[in-house]
């Protein structure tokens, strides 16, 4: 059964840093597109980084030079590390298939950047 179980979030200042990590239960994990999205309140889901089996990286133009995604193929997890962050970057980040997600879609992990 795919599962993506995120965690790492939490309440920071403007500036700060955090990294988010996702395990993924998913069969070849090390050939997967995976993706980062976020999910403000009253806005769409948008994506915020993918990376390719690989390793090849994309990011979301607001996020460029802040943010930086990698993955552990021996622990089926990908990772997002968040620095600078600004008051914008609040909102729930999931993980899922890049670049476009599929079902399911885990709890996600609620990040919340203070002024």
């Known amino acids: 059964q795919v599962q993506f179980v995120e965690s790492g979030g939490g309440l920071v200042q403007a500036g700060g840093s955090l990294r988010l990590s996702c395990v993924a239960s998913?069969?070849?994990?090390?050939?997967?597109?995976m993706g980062w999205y976020r999910q403000a309140p009253g806005k769409q889901r948008e994506l915020v980084a993918t990376?390719?089996?690989?390793?090849?990286?994309n990011y979301g133009d607001s996020v460029k030079g802040r943010f930086a995604i990698s993955r552990d193929n021996a622990k089926n997890t990908v990772y997002l590390q968040m620095n600078s962050l600004k008051p914008e970057d609040t909102a729930v980040y999931y993980c899922?298939?890049?670049?476009?997600?599929?079902?399911?879609w885990g709890q996600g992990t609620q990040v919340t950047v203070s002024s």
């Open positions: 899922n298939f890049g670049p476009v997600g599929g079902v399911p």
């Open positions: 998913i069969r070849s994990f090390s050939q997967a597109t």
């Open positions: 990376i390719t089996r690989l390793a090849n990286t």
